[in-house]
């Protein structure tokens, strides 16, 4: 840890011991304000096959639609860490629900690319309020809770992904699209009100000098890094383009991190980044986001693909996303679980158990398609909630790694970095099973014509590289040396 950053003058006093009563309303509404930052994710879904007709463009173009919040959100959640470690989390959490309502605003009240795709920026300019989130509840609410607050805060990422595609499908189906960014809004506002009023001002902040530098650099890293594996697909994986800025996001890197490392104030603590156990957690939770979105992927494909397909059931989207909704809230109840065998055991075997859950739930997915037998949809519910019930114990448990080895002045920064790798992770999924779906596809013949739909063994092959991303998670963590656990004085 640098000495810089531990003598800063303008470091706050550490804060007072929070009281012994739990600020239960705070810590509702910053999980309300996870899950409406996670439907920001997902509520574009049901629109992909009907972006070209509402904004009047290419498919090519509107699938900058999902790029553009990916890749904004991935930048802004540890520079917004960073921003609330210096001036405030409160402020920062305030202006994240802000960005969140302004970009829902404009998408619902436009009709063309170009300001939808500032909409939908703003959106992803929402994203670190989660970090941010779990950040504060370190600030105000006492040790004995803490476990349980964060991981509720943490499953509200699966909860808004499993609630988004219902509630984004019935709504675009009943009333119309542009309904859909408007209640978005109304959810964003309603939250920053509440938060507004229930949570306090941050009594630690480290001030100092906002490294601009570096967070360009890191913005550069990302967009070499997000852009090649969003868009790879489209480009062709040995393109020049898609080689060319993967070298770039190589060269960028190791010329940032030179500089990080000699800036008095820098975006990343890079002495921290690279301490044993906050590595091994990120590089976990790397692993953890790939194996999540793969299911985030794989079994909509399944459930919507015609009967005639390969272990197709022909559903269309509402009934699908309605049988996989019961997944976000087994993660939601199994976050509480992780708590309490991170106050048993520790946070890294919490972290573990999640991981090899998680391959159970692989392991039970790839018996079904590879037995002799078709799945039907009652497996699919049993499968998503097994690997539901692994990520709320999995992600609820890297906060706790993460501010038990980190001070209070850091949490911010060091839940942002950690947010993030769980982007990359989700974003890595995401081009990885894409391609390998895309080149299983085969032709069938429908009463509406021919179409393309994934092959079984595309199905076969995305499960089994995120069995082995399961299990890397759980190997990394029992890794993870066992750190001081966080006291009542350090918070």
């Given amino acids: 840890m640098s000495a810089t950053r531990r003598d800063d003058p303008t470091a706050t006093t550490p804060p007072p011991t929070p009281t012994d009563r739990t600020p239960r309303l705070a810590v ?31 498919a090519d173009n509107t699938s900058w ?20 470690d210096m001036y405030g989390k409160r402020l920062m ?16 009240v436009v009709d063309a690319l170009l300001p939808f795709l500032i909409g939908r920026a703003l959106q992803g300019m ?19 809770h803490l476990g349980s607050a964060v991981g509720t805060m943490s499953a509200s990422l699966g909860i808004g992904g499993a609630l988004g595609l219902p509630f984004a499908a019935i709504i675009a189906e009943h009333v119309n699209w542009h309904a859909l960014f408007f209640v978005t809004a109304a959810f964003a506002v309603l939250c920053g009100v509440g938060l507004a009023r229930t949570i306090p001002a941050s009594p630690t902040r480290v001030g100092g000098r906002f490294d601009a530098v570096g967070a360009i650099g890191l913005i550069a890293i990302l967009v070499c890094i997000l852009l090649p594996l969003s868009k790879g697909a ?23 991190s030179l500089v990080e490392r000699r800036v008095a104030n820098p975006l990343v603590d890079l002495a921290v980044a690279m301490h044993r156990p906050v590595l091994l957690t990120n590089i976990a939770s790397v692993a953890a ?16 693909a015609p009967t005639s397909s390969p272990n197709g059931l022909g559903l269309d989207m509402v009934t699908a996303s309605l049988i996989l909704t019961p997944s976000g809230l087994v993660m939601f109840v199994f976050s509480n679980i992780s708590a309490r065998i991170a106050a048993r055991h520790g946070p890294r075997i919490a972290l573990a158990v999640g991981g090899g ?19 039907g949809w009652p497996v699919i519910i049993a499968v998503a909630c097994i690997i539901g019930a692994g990520l709320g114990i999995a992600y609820s448990a890297m906060p706790a790694l993460i501010m038990r080895v980190v001070r209070v002045e850091q949490t911010g920064e ?54 082995v991303a399961s299990v890397t998670a759980a190997v990394i963590a029992l890794a993870i040396p066992t750190g001081r656990p966080v006291t009542v004085d350090d918070i």
């Fill in 126 to 144: 929402g994203f670190g309020a989660i970090a941010l989130g779990i950040s504060v509840m370190r600030d105000i609410v006492p040790a004995r």
């Fill in 414 to 467: 060091a839940n942002g970095v950690n947010a993030l790798m769980r982007v990359v992770g989700t974003s890595a999924s995401a081009a990885t099973v894409g391609m390998i779906l895309t080149w299983s596809a085969i032709e069938i013949s429908t009463p509406a014509g021919p179409v393309s739909v994934p092959g079984e063994s595309g199905y076969v092959w995305a499960a089994a590289i995120s069995l």
């Fill in 65 to 84: 639609a999902l790029t553009i919040t990916l890749l904004v959100g991935a930048a802004i959640t540890p520079i917004g860490g960073r921003l609330g």
């Fill in 289 to 304: 986001g790939f194996a999540f979105y793969s299911m985030q992927l794989i079994p909509i494909q399944l459930l919507m």
């Fill in 234 to 256: 489209t480009w062709g994986w040995g393109s020049p383009l898609t080689l060319g800025l993967f070298g770039a996001a190589a060269v960028v890197a190791v010329i940032w």
């Fill in 28 to 58: 509702v509404l910053l999980c309300t304000a996870g899950i409406v930052v996670a439907l920001t994710q997902t509520i574009i879904v049901p629109l992909i096959p009907q972006l070209p007709t509402m904004l009047h463009s290419s």
């Fill in 357 to 375: 859950i998680l391959g159970v739930g692989y392991v039970v997915f790839l018996t079904v398609l590879i037995g002799p037998w078709r799945i």
């Fill in 93 to 108: 959490l305030l202006l994240s629900m802000a960005c969140v309502a302004a970009g829902s605003v404009v998408c619902a």
